[in-house]
């Protein structure tokens, strides 16, 4: 019934995660609720050693920013991909050491680029323009940075448009035929050392072809750097690697995307004569299928269409209603039944678009019923909002018959957080 995933059973009509009854954590702790197997999450990350061995493997931390899982992540020996200063103080807080992160963006300001130097962490520049501004502050400051340059690879990697990043039209990144003068340019700037490259083409790629057309292209890069006398000592390829959202659609698993792009880059390195550290960039495939999110149902109204509503809407699991997603969605305390009903999931939001789910078969349910959202570790609670005044969820880990919350639920106080009431509107 749940395919790879063998965190998740069901027991007497009941979903089990590892050895706890989702419905009963539900009643216990209330819904919506995020809930990861922390053994699915040790798993993952261990297939990617097996798969790259002697790679470093930084974690995605826009797919998921729990601090108790990027522990366990630092644990199990992964570094960070972070976007913003925040997300860089969380990876510091779980422990992740500095020589593990790659500071990317495509728009960081003089602030940043001080935070990261002052913080010892390398960084991928995303431009030209980057580049100068980045030694400008570099020389103002007195500090210095290593840095690696986001190429734009021009490859499609056949995704929804939203998430595909490696287009010629995508924001990110310097155009491939530019990288090499660019670097050159580099080497000639003070407070800056150019050590690498980086490139990210896409998320939930379900297909290994994209990404060995993007690597053969790294490494022609890696040769025109070379070439012009530039020492390449990390080659970044990103994440991207898609998971099984639909019973129908099989993912690649790490070692196909080993096999795929573990001979190019060494061939390439081999023939270059140059030996530099390989990193890849999961989100995803690390964490989306390690969680659950759990949510009430409310009514079940058979109107012109049959509709399930739930307490979770696209404030609490965003995807559905921004990439059309798909999350398979099983009954917690009825995973046994036949699914007997075509419905809609909904949400609470004040919105037509707030849809979780469409036109699936469920058994029959009714108000009290708790339905699991699968495969939502990945921008599933990093996405969320409070959009509608509603507070965010709590975050539970799973680790055999314990349950524990790794982040409370946000009650009505923390909408206010940092907001009062002008004092002249009190008059
Ligand atoms: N590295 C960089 C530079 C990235 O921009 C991303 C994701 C990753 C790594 C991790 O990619 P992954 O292995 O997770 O595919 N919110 C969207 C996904 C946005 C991905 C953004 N970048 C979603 O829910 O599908």
């Known amino acids: 019934m749940f395919g790879p995933k063998s965190h998740l059973t069901s027991r007497d009509s ?10 009963a954590l539900a009643q216990k702790l209330g819904t919506p609720l995020y809930v990861t197997s922390e053994s699915r999450l040790r798993e993952n990350i261990r297939a990617y050693h097996r798969a790259f061995p002697g ?3 930084y974690f995605a931390v826009k797919a998921n920013g729990n ?5 366990i992540a630092a644990q199990e020996g992964m570094g960070a991909d972070v976007f913003s200063a925040g997300e860089l103080s969380v990876v510091r807080m779980a422990g992740i050491a500095r020589d593990m992160i790659l ?19 390398r960084m991928s520049v995303d431009s030209r323009e980057e580049l100068e501004h980045l030694s400008q502050t570099a020389q103002k400051s007195g500090l210095q940075g290593e840095i690696l340059f986001r190429v734009n690879p021009d490859v499609s ?3 929804h448009p939203k998430i595909a990043t490696g287009l010629r039209s995508s924001k990110f990144g310097i155009p491939a035929e530019q990288v090499a003068a660019t670097y050159q340019r ?67 698993t790490p070692a196909d995307l080993a096999a795929a792009v573990l ?46 509503a739930t307490d979770a809407g696209f404030n609490v699991l965003a995807r559905p209603m921004l990439y059309d997603s798909y999350h398979h969605v099983v009954a917690a305390n009825h995973s046994d039944e036949k699914a007997e009903e075509t419905v809609t999931v909904v949400g609470p939001i004040c919105e037509t678009g707030d849809i979780l789910a469409k036109d699936r078969k469920v058994p029959h349910l009714a108000r009290g019923d708790v339905l699991a959202f699968l495969d939502a570790g990945a921008y599933g609670f990093s996405m969320a909002s409070q ?19 790794t982040r409370r639920a946000e009650d009505a106080s923390c909408l206010l957080t940092g907001q009062r009431i002008l004092p002249r509107l009190m008059k």
Do not use: W
């Open 157 to 159: 990697p056949k995704t």
């Open 103 to 121: 500071f990317n963006g495509n728009s960081k300001s003089s602030k940043d680029h001080e935070l990261i130097m002052q913080a010892g962490v």
């Open 14 to 23: 009941h979903l089990f995660m590892e050895d706890v009854d989702c419905f």
């Open 387 to 405: 959009y509608n005044g509603q507070p965010r969820p709590a975050e539970v880990l799973v680790s055999g018959s314990r349950a524990e919350i």
């Open 186 to 252: 580099a080497m000639e700037l003070e407070g800056v050392k150019p050590v690498g490259l980086h490139c990210h083409i896409g998320s939930q790629i379900l297909d290994t072809a994209p990404f060995a057309e993007a690597a053969g292209k790294m490494m022609d890069i890696a040769a025109a750097v070379t070439a012009a006398g530039g020492a390449i000592e990390r080659i970044d390829l990103g994440g991207g690697l898609g998971i099984q959202y639909h019973p129908d659609s099989p993912a690649p």
């Open 67 to 71: 601090l108790s899982l990027l522990r």
């Open 55 to 57: 790679a470093d493997k």
């Open 263 to 308: 001979p190019i880059f060494k061939d390439r390195c081999r023939d270059l004569g140059i030996s530099p550290k390989l990193i890849l960039e999961p989100g995803r495939s690390i964490v989306a299928d390690t969680t659950v999110m759990l949510a009430s149902v409310n009514v079940v109204k058979r109107a012109h269409v049959s509709f399930v």
